[in-house]
């Protein structure tokens, strides 16, 4: 991370903030830009709910994760720093899905072993060992959830495409009237299937990263 | 810095110790839930196998579709040597014979539930088969725990798997007990005789291991119950 920012003598939310959730939600978004945590990007974005609960555990375990990593940072040794982070992660993750398996039973078994795979989520990992291992805490957690909503909006983007075209749904309810199947409309088939997720979240990293350079050249 | 090899190995400990008490807290805190949820999934897999599925997805909410349970299903268990020994509560004690769930239409048995587990590739496979009244027929296979890869070995949880052992058959025309096979590809290409083929279904491209752990589960199971089928079959479930 050549971009970190300096946070001695500064005000508590200055620009290098704002610049650090622009980075995440945008410039360096982990999913359109740096092209991290495609797998479940692609395996979740079938329905909008399950989605949610996905993004939801993400920003759970990024926030925490982010936050106990830059607070024990100066604790932890460096020759073990990675297996330490990693230990930190996996106990967010198991007691998220342990949540979601005693509260949202039926979104959990959707999400079946996706949830659990948010250990070797590269965004995480990641965060951990480039941002929160050498920033204070403050910065950290700002940095660790605006991480995980920069996953988050494009997920739900994705899902809100594929729900939409594929079930004609949105949330699980109705949207596409009834009066347009009977005029011969039908939901497009591809959009549940994994081929579907990578269509869509191709022509939006296109779309994002045209964007992006373009206010980039602009400033 | 580096550190010295002590303060690595206390740190070790006192991490490892930090996040198991927090991993094991929440999951002790949490587990009475969790059982409620399993519980239900288990008695909604009843339902569905036996072909309620309509009825449990208009069910309003989930004590409607344990009423509907408690309603419609005569739990028994059977004895080894093919006997019913008792109705029995739902919690009963599966170690003294074999459970079983009757769908009851008015008052007499209309299909029958039994509980399948075993190996897949990864993972313990948990499912109920739901035979017709001929104790032959299957009216429908849903596995609903498992750990096996989504998209794969997990496609035993989905419906155009289940559908595919609707009206398969586990005795052959001679009266043996042969089960069903899931075979490697589809049933169309690798079996040619029409009787062999009711006692077939279509393989998960990519999921030979768990289709063949299917396969053997199944015999498994079966070859335990044979002694109760063999013994009700010329009268079906109404002599019970």
């Known amino acids: 991370m050549s971009n970190e920012p300096q946070t001695q003598h500064k005000p508590r939310f200055g620009r290098t903030e704002k610049k650090l959730i622009k980075d995440a939600l945008w410039d360096q978004n982990p999913i359109s830009v740096q092209i991290l945590g495609i797998c479940s990007a692609l395996a979740v974005t079938v329905m909008m709910t399950t989605t949610a609960v996905m993004c939801a555990a993400v920003l759970f375990v990024l926030t925490f994760s982010n936050m106990i990593v830059s607070a024990l940072r100066k604790w932890i040794p460096p020759q073990i720093r990675i297996i330490a982070e990693i230990t930190i992660i996996a106990a967010l993750v198991i007691i998220a899905d ?122 | 810095m580096a550190r010295g090899k002590a303060y690595v190995l206390q740190f070790t400990v006192l991490m490892c110790l930090a996040t198991s008490t927090a991993v094991s807290v929440t999951a002790v805190a949490l587990r009475p839930f969790q059982t409620l949820n ?82 897949g590739l990864w993972s313990r496979l948990d499912g109920y088969l739901a035979l017709e009244s001929d104790l032959n027929t299957i009216r429908n296979l849903i596995f609903y725990k498992h750990g096996e ?14 559908d595919n052992f609707k009206g398969k058959k586990i005795f052959d025309d001679r009266d043996r007990l042969v089960s069903v096979e899931v075979v490697r590809g589809q049933v169309k290409d690798v079996i040619h005789d029409s009787e062999a083929k009711l006692h077939a279904v279509d393989g998960i491209s990519g999921a030979t291991l768990t289709g063949r752990g299917v396969t053997h589960l199944l015999a498994d199971i079966l070859k ?13 479930l109404n002599s019970l």
């Open chain 1, 98 to 219: 342990q949540f979601l398996k005693a509260f949202l039973f039926d979104i959990s078994k959707q999400l079946s072993i996706f949830v659990g795979l948010i250990i070797t989520n590269c965004i995480v990992l990641g965060r951990a060992e480039g941002f929160a291992n050498s920033n204070p805490v403050v910065p950290s957690i700002l940095d660790g959830a605006s991480s995980a909503l920069g996953y988050g909006w494009i997920l739900m983007t994705v899902s809100f495409i594929r729900e939409l075209l594929g079930s004609g749904t949105l949330f699980g309810f109705h949207v596409i009237p009834q009066a347009a199947y009977d005029a011969g409309y039908e939901n497009m088939g591809i959009m549940v299937l994994a081929p579907g997720a990578f269509f869509v979240l191709g022509i939006l990293i296109w779309i994002q990263r045209t964007l992006s350079e373009r206010g980039g050249k602009k400033r």
């Open chain 2, 38 to 119: 399993a519980e239900f999934d288990r008695k909604r897999t009843v339902l569905n196998a036996l072909g309620l599925a309509e009825a449990v997805r208009s069910a309003p909410d989930r004590p409607a579709v344990l009423e509907l349970f408690d309603r419609r299903i005569r739990n028994i268990l059977i004895s080894p040597s093919g006997d019913v020994m008792k109705d029995t509560a739902a919690d009963a004690d599966a170690s003294k014979g074999l459970p079983a769930y009757l769908l009851m239409k008015d008052t007499r048995p209309d299909a029958i539930a039994i509980p399948v587990y075993g190996r």
């Open chain 2, 149 to 162: 890869t989504p998209g794969l070995g997990g496609e035993i949880e989905k419906r155009w798997f289940s």
């Open chain 2, 224 to 236: 335990k119950y044979e002694p109760f089928l063999d013994k009700h079959r010329s009268k079906g």
